[in-house]
């Protein structure tokens, strides 16, 4: 596909390892980024719930307190990948080309094909494992 035809955001993966061994803290960033406070701000106040503060609860509560997937970390990252997005998208001649450059260079995929590789290198099971006896 080329690096030019999609985008990528949020930390690499020695990013992660190296925010989670210094204690990743998922409020840091939140305080120190009025665009996501505001985002959480506003899910927690029922801004996209008519009013109701309590129905995403739990997802704010796990950005604040848990992030396990350090969406927090990452949401700077995804704002300014985000604008590259929309100024690719607005040329409507780039957009078309990285899309079939996508689609054409995506290669073979099949759910079928990507389970039988995940039975055979990881799970090494076969038919038989896979009976119950009752």
Same mark, same amino acid.
């Given at each position: ?38 985002? /959480?701000?506003?899910? =927690?106040?029922?801004? !996209?719930?008519?009013? +109701?503060?309590? @129905?995403?609860?739990?997802?704010? *509560? ?37 899309? /079939?450059?996508?689609? =054409?260079?995506?290669? !073979?995929?099949?759910? +079928?094909?990507? @389970?039988?590789?995940?039975?055979? *290198? ?13």
């Amino acid at each position: 596909m080329g690096a030019e035809n999609f985008f990528l955001f949020g930390l690499t993966t020695e990013e992660v390892f190296e925010a989670k061994a210094r204690g990743y803290n998922p409020r840091d960033y939140v305080e120190s980024n009025a665009a996501l406070r505001d985002a /959480i701000d506003w899910i =927690a106040g029922g801004q !996209f719930s008519g009013g +109701d503060t309590e @129905i995403f609860r739990p997802i704010v *509560d796990s950005l604040l307190y848990h992030d396990e997937y350090m969406i927090c970390a990452d949401f700077a990252s995804y704002l300014k990948c985000q604008q590259q997005v929309a100024a690719a998208y607005a040329d409507r001649e780039r957009w078309t080309t990285m899309s /079939i450059l996508n689609a =054409a260079r995506s290669g !073979f995929f099949s759910s +079928d094909r990507t @389970i039988a590789e995940y039975n055979r *290198d990881i799970w090494q099971a076969s038919v038989l494992d896979l009976v119950r006896e009752d």
